[in-house]
Structures are given as C-alpha cells and as structure tokens.
Nanobody
C-alpha cells in the first residue's frame, strides 16, 4: 500500500494562494491516480482534483476549476495542488489519496489516504 504525507496547509486571507504537496512512498502501476479531497466541518468529504500518473489526465471539481491546478513530479513521486484565489468556502481539511481507480471522483475507490492538512481561508 502506498504511504502518503501531505504538507503545505495553513491560514490565508481570501484571494491569496497556497500550494499543497503529497509525497508518495510508492506507486501502483499505470492505472495510478493521485487525488485531492477535502472535508469541511459537518460535511462529506468531497472531490477536489485528480491526476492520472501515466497519462497526465487532469480532473477538477467545478467549484475549483480555473483556480486550482494539480500537477506531479515523477522523479520525486510528489503531487501538488496549487490553490489560487482562495475563498472562505475553500476552508477544509485537505486529504491526498492514491490508488488504481476508474472513477477519480469516487472517494471509495482510493485505497491509500494521507493524514490531512488544514486549510483555513479568512474573509
């Protein structure tokens, strides 16, 4: 199983930027997907973005499209989530996930999860 460690969360003001990192200890082959999910207090964990390691396929939730960018560093086995123009409603714990998945938006398909990193956006 892949081990994941997130970093980069913090407290920012609305309109500012943050970059999250997710370091993976291993890979699961060509179907490998790394995704970002978030969970706000009292809400379900929701899909944010995902990237297919082999094809560079990129996927975004409508709520972050145009503001967030997911990318990866093959050599370092790290996935990044660049978050620009942050809004108070982006406040949540952000989780990195990985696995061989078909539906990148379905959190149930991911087998490995990080511990989460808090992102707080003040207005």
């Amino acid at each position: 199983q892949v081990q994941l460690v997130e970093s980069g969360g913090g407290l920012v003001q609305a309109g500012e930027s943050l970059r999250l990192s997710c370091a993976a200890s291993g890979r699961a082959g060509n179907a490998y997907v790394m995704g970002w999910f978030r969970q706000a207090p009292g809400k379900l964990r929701e899909f944010v973005a995902a990237i297919r390691w082999s094809s560079d396929g990129l996927y975004y939730a409508d709520s972050v499209k145009g503001r967030f960018t997911i990318s990866r560093d093959n050599a370092k086995n790290i996935a990044y989530l660049q978050m620009n123009s942050l809004k108070p409603e982006d406040t949540a714990v952000y989780y990195c996930a990985a696995g061989s998945v078909r539906n990148v938006r379905d959190r149930r398909e991911y087998g490995s999860w990080g511990q989460g990193t808090q992102v707080t956006v003040s207005s």
